[in-house]
């Protein structure tokens, strides 16, 4: 066949040994008459389009040429988008993807997204299908925070597929979600948080409540509490591990902390370890009763038989204890606000307090709990103004501390 360069572009020439260097091309003439504009791609892969006449070609070859700048001319066979999906799921399982993730996951694929979407070509995906999609999802009653799950999910599946070049661009960058209400924290004044340990008192779970409110742990962190975490001569917790749902329908599972920052060391008062070490003392008498229906797993917060405690009852004891003392509603986790809030209205510095909470930055904590700034901001102003203010006539400065 009868080949020539294309004039029609400056990177249009062939390599010695006839073929285009990667991203560049060449228009030719085959012997039936046909013109053909030939690509050599990122890849490696040459791609042809035939024409009718040169000047066709030419332009397709330009077009083509730009394509492959902007990344969007994309070799290979189209994919399915329902079996992509399937497939990123299991590999991101096998690079150390926490089975509770990939069985919530692996749910909300089957349940929602592979009915509505799997049949869509990954190439043809818009972000009109997804817009549409979340739309439905909402009118089914699902929650905004859901749809940002699925969002997620579908973000980092087509991350891999433009990493793998079988699409040229995420489309869920395109897409506007809605918004997540924002969830106002409902917190115990000092009044409120002594009322509650008070109404505590003598309850099936007087010591995982007080000692929830006295070190800020998260309910999933103390449910997954063993005995050997706890160091009795220095009077301290190490938190190393959660509770987490294993699937839906197949109950929960002890997992490691989320973060290196959740694995921390909370130091406890006297108060907390008197408790701690008489419900040790009923644990033991439990189990003796318990027998053979006994299942150790050295859990300090556990079910009558030494398993996990669902968390979904702990909240449902939370709500009746704050019914029968006359307290606001409020979420487990809410009790953790409300060690954060306190600490920080006594002064406590909000690094100390962001050490306690586990959190990965100052900078979260002092987002989380802004509104408690304000005030000590103010008191800050006045302790500034005391500092330069002028002493009074006849009247001497008190010493100072290093003064004897």
Not at 68 to 92: C, M, N, T, Y
Not at 384 to 404: D, G, H, W, Y
């Amino acid at each position: 066949m009868a080949k020539r360069a294309n004039k029609h572009h400056p990177q249009a020439k062939q390599s010695e040994q006839g073929r285009q260097p990667k991203g560049e091309g060449s228009v030719f003439q085959r012997k039936d008459g046909r013109w053909v504009a030939q690509v050599t791609l990122p890849t490696g892969e040459q791609k042809q389009w035939y024409t009718k006449t040169e000047k066709e070609a030419a332009k397709k070859l330009r077009d083509a040429l730009h394509e492959v700048e902007q990344g969007s001319l994309i070799p290979g066979k189209d994919h399915r988008l329902g079996a992509f999906l399937d497939h990123w799921l299991e590999h991101i399982r096998r690079r150390a993807l926490k089975i509770s993730t990939y069985l919530r996951y692996r749910d909300i694929l089957d349940v929602h997204i592979l009915p509505r979407l799997g049949h869509l070509s990954l190439r043809n995906l818009a972000p009109e299908h997804l817009e549409r999609f979340y739309a439905r999802k909402m009118e089914e009653g699902l929650s905004e925070r859901t749809i940002h799950i699925m969002h997620t999910i579908m973000h980092q599946a087509l991350a891999l597929a433009v990493k793998r070049r079988l699409i040229a661009t995420n489309v869920c960058d395109e897409v506007d979600l809605p918004r997540v209400p924002t969830y106002e924290a409902r917190t115990f004044s000092k009044e409120e948080a002594r009322a509650f340990l008070r109404a505590v008192k003598g309850t099936r779970f007087e010591v995982l409540f007080t000692v929830a409110l006295l070190t800020g742990m998260r309910r999933g962190e103390l449910l997954a509490l063993r005995w050997e975490d706890i160091n009795w001569e220095e009077g301290s917790i190490h938190v190393r591990r959660t509770v987490n749902r294993y699937g839906k329908g197949q109950g929960y599972v002890i997992s490691d902390t989320k973060t290196a920052a959740s694995r921390r060391k909370i130091l406890f008062p006297p108060l907390v370890r008197d408790l701690l070490t008489r419900h040790r003392e009923q644990q033991i008498t439990l189990r003796e009763r318990a027998q053979k229906t006994w299942q150790e797993q050295g859990l300090v917060f556990s079910s009558r038989v030494g398993t996990i405690i669902n968390p979904n009852y702990v909240g449902e004891e939370l709500r009746a204890v704050l019914e029968r003392a006359h307290l606001p509603r409020m979420r487990f986790h809410d009790l953790r606000h409300s060690t954060a809030t306190l600490l920080l209205g006594e002064g406590v510095h909000p690094k100390v307090v962001q050490e306690l909470l586990g959190h990965s930055t100052i900078r979260m904590t002092l987002d989380t709990y802004s509104h408690v700034l304000p005030s000590l901001h103010q008191e800050a102003v006045y302790k500034l103004q005391a500092v330069f203010e002028e002493v009074p006539k006849n009247e001497s400065p008190p010493p100072s501390a290093s003064t004897e």
